[in-house]
């Protein structure tokens, strides 16, 4: 039987004048960032060029920003903003500067610190409009590999750098992160950066109420600091001698049923038990975990696996620390987001400092996504990806026009009615939060 083929329809390429751009959602996030302040923030913080033929340090930050939104995985792919013209206008961006200058740019003295301060800007806009009032912080590593060859080798076995970040759940929002050599204990720069979101909540008028963290904060000046500043913790207990005694001295009839969220029995059971450390001012609860191992053994010592978490939240009974521990596994989530969705796990230098930065302004690139899900998409936006955001808003085919001195956006009807109510909404970022 013979197949019937519908033949295709010749057409030819023809270049035009015309502004299209193909990511028109972008601006969307770019005017959030100007109603919140950030682009004058940028202006305040950063020098002038030297000329007039030099970029502003705005067009360096915001068009890498957007080139991060937009989907870039390497730093060669600026190119694709630098192209978009009818974007350019959009957002007002002058010059978009080559991958070659942008390397010379992350290496200047003080620009990691500045983009610190522009992080710290955005982060207290977000945290300043949210509705929330108490806050937990999540602390986690996480490893970047690098093809570099220069970068030493880290405790995973293989080269590559290191990124230490504070996360509040509550807003789904990167506010510390610490980026340094493969090579650096997990542990160290946590009590650091557990002060210094103290602080900026402090500041805020907003509290810091609870501290998530596995074994990497079981530390005694960690849970010091908490005692003094009255954060509540739940940090998993490194398993050393002095803790295997405490569980081996646990009575028997002390050992309870687990129950899941839905009260469902599982095949886990908890005690409680009072533990302290040489160098702790106060002491603290070690809640015990165990269940049966998948092979059975002679002797107790063996028969079960243990799992511990400390903590000085005397509130919440035991279970309720248990699954609210648990949740900490979000910091997974959040950094699948930075390395795979914002394209973080690349390493465009080889020197600390430069990558440092670049990592910086993919995390503010991350924060602003939160900040125009959280007040301008809301609703089911708040948690989608970056990726669905892309395929849903970002990805918008526009044609800019200038007419009688103005700038227009020509949309289809359906991306118009979408990106019409989103515009409208940008406006109340600038307004006071809801009492």
């Not at 923030?41 to 080139?67: E, T």
């Not at 789904?172 to 900026?200: A, F, M, W």
Request: aromatic share 10%; hydrophobic share 40%.
């Amino acid at each position: 039987m013979d197949t019937l083929h519908q033949p295709q329809q010749d057409f030819q390429l023809k270049i035009t004048s015309d502004c299209i751009t193909p990511k028109s959602g972008l601006v969307v996030f770019f005017e959030a960032a100007r109603a919140m302040g950030l682009l004058s923030k940028i202006d305040q913080l950063f020098p002038r060029p030297g000329s007039n033929r030099g970029i502003q340090a705005r067009d360096y930050v915001m068009s890498i920003v957007l080139m991060f939104l937009g989907g870039g995985r390497f730093m060669e792919d600026i190119r694709q903003i630098k192209d978009d013209n009818g974007l350019l206008k959009l957002c007002g961006i002058r010059r978009v500067p080559s991958p070659d200058a942008i390397a010379l740019w992350l290496r200047e003295e003080d620009n990691l610190n500045r983009l610190l301060r522009i992080m710290e800007y955005l982060n207290a806009e977000i945290i300043k409009h949210s509705e929330t009032e108490e806050f937990t912080l999540d602390v986690d590593a996480t490893l970047t590999e690098s093809k570099k060859g220069d970068a030493p080798m880290n405790y995973e076995g293989f080269h590559g750098f290191s990124a230490l970040l504070g996360y509040l759940p509550e807003l789904d929002l990167c506010v510390v992160d610490d980026y340094r050599t493969g090579n650096v204990s997990p542990q160290t720069g946590i009590k650091e950066q557990l002060i210094y979101t103290h602080k900026l909540f402090k500041k805020l008028r907003k509290k810091l109420r609870y501290f998530r963290s596995d074994s990497a904060a079981y530390q005694a000046a960690i849970f010091n600091e908490c005692f003094r500043r009255g954060i509540a913790f739940t940090i998993t207990a490194d398993q050393d001698i002095a803790v295997k005694a405490i569980i081996a001295a646990i009575p028997a009839e002390d050992w309870q049923p687990l129950h899941d969220r839905h009260g469902v029995k599982t095949d886990r059971e908890y005690a409680t038990t009072v533990h302290t450390m040489n160098k702790t001012e106060e002491s603290f609860t070690l809640i015990v975990q165990r269940c049966q191992g998948k092979q059975t053994s002679l002797f107790d010592e063996y028969k079960y696996r243990y799992y511990v978490i400390a903590t000085n939240d005397y509130e919440r009974d035991a279970q309720e620390l248990i699954h609210f521990h648990n949740q900490k596994g979000s910091s997974e989530n959040y950094h699948k987001e930075l390395k795979s969705g914002f394209g973080l796990e690349y390493t465009p230098t080889q020197e600390l400092a430069a990558n440092a930065a670049y990592f910086r302004l993919g995390v503010i690139a991350y924060n602003l996504s939160v900040a125009v899900k959280r007040f301008v998409l809301k609703g089911d936006w708040i948690k989608k990806t970056i990726t669905t955001l892309r395929w849903q808003l970002i990805f918008i085919a526009g044609k800019v026009v200038t007419h009688a001195r103005q700038l227009f956006l020509n949309l289809s009807r359906r991306s118009f009615k979408l990106l019409l109510p989103l515009r409208e909404a940008i406006p109340l970022i600038c307004s006071p939060p809801a009492t």
